[in-house]
């Protein structure tokens, strides 16, 4: 196949010569969110993919529940007072946002070129192989996305890449949703940032930037909102949260790219009004780029940045201001007075002004008020998805009729300043213990001394194999733990069932030959939850459930208050496992820094404040693993990288609090005690001065989906501790064959002294099959003894 040429494209973009709104542009409603929490209230569809994935169901039936998510979804916003023509956002994914616009723009790697129909479109098999791979290719590479806790898939672009109209699922999902009585507002990720996001292709020249297609790729964004606008759509909404970030492309290029982008899109004969939102945080020097072009409303994310100067607004003449007042990203309650008069200071620049979230609530849970395990107390604080939508909808009351609203603003400043003088908010003895803390605190020998003692003490192979830390959980433990939570099992039945459970673990990993072990984790939810659980300062919902990445959810726990552990909450467990074992066993500790990112955390205090209460707490936790006997002490930061800022000016003060949090809980264990962390799905590169500055002995990290790119950031930083760069990708079924880890392995020991390297997978296998597991491990192990043989 061959690229069409960018001459021919532009050949084309020029007879989009003027501007073309809409004959008349419909108004913008008054009151909308950003987009919806897509996986179901129950989960129906993680259900309803995952019986697709397991051939129980057909693809039709899998639209069929994919439809009724949609539609119920729809009509409850309508109920919540999301009522005008766009006002519900149609932000529906069978798996990934990222995904679906690669999917409906042709952006197809080579190596899955026949995924494609004989009518040249993607169907929902195809489209699942992207995410998921095959045995013979792995899926596509995961990221992060922003500052959050959910996971895109990088598209993969190159000169070759051909882009076409592959798909039309938005189109369709419109007119259903129009056929019964809503009026969506339709969805896809922006040109600009679908391509700031990309990555080059295995096949495109070193110095290739994805941003270099964008003349490609327009047409097709045409083609869709000129379909959008025959099917009757009055808004269609492009997603750029990329232009809030500092990004390595020069300002210039992006501010150039947005002004191609929304100019040729603007001028479409006929289509939709634009709507571009541009959530998590501050467009900064972008705001007068975009509004110079003939878009029709824009998203300021006013929650999470400030107010623009009234010059910078004025530049929106003309255009509707769509108001990001409601944090879409956290649960806590909206101070409804201080959103009033940031909405008064927007209105007096003489703008059209509507209301909206900052960024999509597809970040909370559905509803408070199902909670009712929760106490009435904290359950007034919060605001889930459904209150966030109330709370868009009673602020742009003030648009209309202010006097109405003003009941509830003084009921949320009440409810606001309760929670501030509620008892384990603030605790004396925690603030007593934070204030006494000193640097010797903060630091630990030097590692070259740590890693003679424990060398000495762990006698480890070349090339030492491990695991992350969980094992899967399979239904049989997941049924005990519900019935212990019934009270079907006594707490003592169920901690046999546990240790059983770990017998079998540390047999497996016995006869598989792995090198330092685990315990499995049978007993843990979650690596956070379970903490909270056993963490005062913490509650737990029931039906609180996020979406991370495609089918897999998370409930996030709510830290509220000062943070104080009562009692050891691992060492039992890893004591038993370790007396299964004369081999090395790890004690397994959640990070401060992951806990905090992992939860939905206070807003009323900096967040390193919160790290540190936390950190004491695990460093009395580390304290007493050693007393029980255990020399390896993984504390896992897989979301270091997430919470690092968007923008460059406030990245060191956070690395200096997220740092110190974690050297504050490890820097209390003695020499011979080895310090493992490990982080996943980031740019390392991005944080790799931190990563060394963690003072860990040994660092594993995610690997196998880049096909070992880290290696070159560890070689160009002269990272000198040990690592393991996971030759293993677990968040996929395939099973790595031996030769391929093989692979991956030598090209680690071409860049990182063998001495150093650690042999393991990408993340904990908690999500996979038996099956599966067993014979990775094995091929893993078996890889690392050949490597092994190779060295000696």
Same mark, same amino acid.
């Given at each position: 196949m061959t690229a069409s040429t960018s001459t021919s494209t532009l050949t084309s973009t020029s007879t989009l010569t003027s501007t073309s709104a809409p004959s008349t542009t419909p108004v913008f409603p008054a009151a909308s969110i950003l987009g919806y929490p897509r996986i179901g209230?129950?989960?129906?569809? +993680?259900?309803?993919?995952?019986?697709?994935?397991?051939?129980?169901?057909?693809?039709?039936?899998?639209?069929?529940?994919a439809q009724d998510l949609r539609l119920s979804t729809a009509k409850r916003l309508q109920g919540l007072g999301l009522t005008g023509n766009?006002? &519900?956002?149609?932000?529906?994914?069978?798996?990934d946002q990222v995904l679906?616009?690669?999917?409906?723009?042709?952006? /197809?790697?080579?190596?899955?070129?026949?995924?494609l129909d004989a009518q040249g479109q993607l169907d929902i098999s195809g489209y699942f192989t992207l995410a998921r791979g095959t045995a013979e290719q792995q899926p596509l590479e995961m990221t992060k996305w922003f500052d959050t806790n959910y996971h895109y898939l990088v598209p993969e672009i190159g000169p070759e890449t051909v882009f076409s109209l592959t798909s039309t699922r938005i189109v369709e999902e419109f007119s259903h949703a129009l056929a019964n009585g809503v009026h969506t507002r339709p969805y896809l990720v922006g040109p600009v940032t679908f391509l700031l996001l990309s990555k080059a292709s295995d096949e495109a020249p070193n110095d290739f930037s994805p941003l270099s297609r964008l003349a490609d790729i327009l047409p097709v964004y045409a083609d869709l909102l000129a379909r959008l606008a025959a099917a009757g759509a009055d808004w269609v909404q492009f997603d750029e949260p990329a232009l809030v970030v500092d990004q390595v492309t020069p300002l210039p290029e992006v501010q150039a790219a947005v002004a191609e982008a929304y100019e040729y899109l603007a001028a479409v004969p006929s289509r939709p009004a634009l709507f571009v939102s541009t959530p998590y945080g501050a467009l900064e020097g972008l705001l007068p780029t975009l509004a110079a072009t003939g878009i029709d409303a824009l998203h300021l994310d006013v929650f999470k940045g400030e107010v623009p100067a009234a010059a910078d607004l004025a530049a929106l003449s003309g255009k509707t201001l769509v108001a990001?007042?409601? $944090?879409?990203?956290?649960? =806590?309650?909206?101070?409804?007075?201080?959103?009033?008069?940031?909405? $008064?200071?927007?209105?007096? %620049?003489?703008?059209?002004?509507?209301?909206?979230?900052?960024?999509?609530?597809?970040?909370?849970?559905?509803?408070?008020?199902?909670?009712?395990?929760?106490?009435?107390?904290?359950?007034? =604080?919060?605001?889930?998805?459904?209150? +966030?939508?109330?709370?868009?909808?009673? !602020?742009?009351?003030?648009?209309?009729?202010?006097?109405? &609203?003003?009941?509830? /603003?003084?009921?949320?400043?009440?409810?606001i300043a309760a929670r501030a003088a509620a008892v384990g908010v603030h605790r004396t003895e925690v603030q007593a213990r934070l204030s006494a803390l000193t640097s010797a605190d903060f630091s630990r020998d030097a590692y070259a001394t740590r890693a003679a003692v424990q060398e000495t003490q762990l006698a480890l192979p070349t090339l030492p194999t491990t695991t992350i830390g969980s094992f899967p959980q399979t239904g049989e433990i997941r049924a005990a733990r519900a019935r212990a939570n019934k009270g079907e099992l006594t707490q003592q039945q169920y901690q046999g069932l546990m240790k059983d459970e770990i017998r079998r673990v540390v047999q497996l990993q016995e006869e598989l030959g792995l090198d330092v072990l685990v315990h499995g984790e049978p007993e843990r939810n979650d690596m956070v939850q379970y903490f909270a659980e056993n963490l005062e300062g913490f509650d737990v919902t029931v039906h609180g459930w996020v979406q991370s990445y495609g089918s897999r959810c998370t409930r996030p726990s709510? !830290?509220?208050?000062?943070?104080? @552990? %009562?009692?050891?909450? #691992?060492?039992? =467990?890893? @004591?038993?496992?370790?007396?299964? #074992?004369?081999?090395?066993?790890?004690?397994?500790?959640?990070?401060?820094?992951?806990?905090?990112? =992992? %939860?939905?955390? @206070?807003?009323?205090?900096?967040?390193?404040?919160?790290?540190?209460?936390?950190?004491?707490?695990?460093? $009395?936790?580390?304290?007493?693993?050693?007393?029980?006997? /255990? @020399?390896?002490i993984q504390v896992d930061e897989p979301a270091l990288r997430e919470l690092l800022p968007l923008r460059k000016a406030d990245q060191a003060r956070y690395l200096d609090w997220s740092v110190n949090s974690f050297r504050l809980a490890t820097s209390g264990a003695g020499n011979g005690t080895q310090i493992h962390t490990h982080l996943c799905y980031s740019e390392f590169g991005v944080v790799i001065d931190a990563i060394d500055s963690l003072d860990a002995d040994v660092t594993s990290i995610e690997a196998a989906r880049s096909r070992m790119e880290v290696v070159h950031d560890l070689e160009n930083h002269g990272f000198g501790r040990g690592v393991g760069p996971g030759v293993y990708d677990i968040h996929s079924p395939r099973v790595p064959g031996r030769a391929e880890v093989a692979q991956l392995l030598e090209t680690a020991v071409q860049h990182v002294p063998a001495r150093q390297l650690w042999v393991n997978p990408d993340c904990g296998l908690k999500t996979r099959g038996y099956a599966e597991t067993e014979e990775s491990l094995r091929n893993l192990v078996d890889a690392a003894r050949e490597v092994r043989a190779q060295l000696a």
């Open positions: 209230r129950r989960r129906e569809l +993680k259900k309803a993919v995952e019986s697709f994935w397991a051939g129980t169901i057909d693809a039709p039936a899998l639209e069929k529940a766009g006002a &519900v956002p149609g932000t529906f994914s069978y798996y679906d616009a690669a999917a409906h723009i042709g952006a /197809i790697p080579a190596r899955f070129g026949a995924l990001g007042l409601v $944090d879409g990203h956290n649960i =806590w309650r909206n101070d409804l007075a201080s959103s009033a008069a940031k909405l $008064d200071e927007l209105r007096k %620049s003489g703008l059209t002004v509507t209301v909206s979230t900052s960024t999509s609530t597809q970040h909370v849970p559905h509803d408070v008020q199902e909670e009712t395990q929760l106490s009435a107390e904290l359950r007034s =604080w919060l605001a889930f998805a459904d209150q +966030k939508t109330a709370e868009v909808v009673t !602020l742009s009351g003030l648009l209309t009729d202010s006097p109405s &609203v003003q009941p509830a /603003i003084d009921e949320a400043s009440a409810v709510i !830290l509220w208050g000062d943070v104080v @552990r %009562s009692q050891p909450i #691992t060492v039992e =467990w890893a @004591r038993f496992a370790q007396s299964l #074992t004369g081999k090395p066993m790890k004690g397994m500790l959640t990070g401060p820094v992951t806990i905090l990112a =992992w %939860s939905f955390v @206070r807003d009323d205090q900096p967040l390193g404040e919160t790290a540190n209460q936390v950190a004491l707490a695990l460093r $009395d936790e580390i304290a007493d693993l050693e007393s029980a006997g /255990i @020399r390896i």
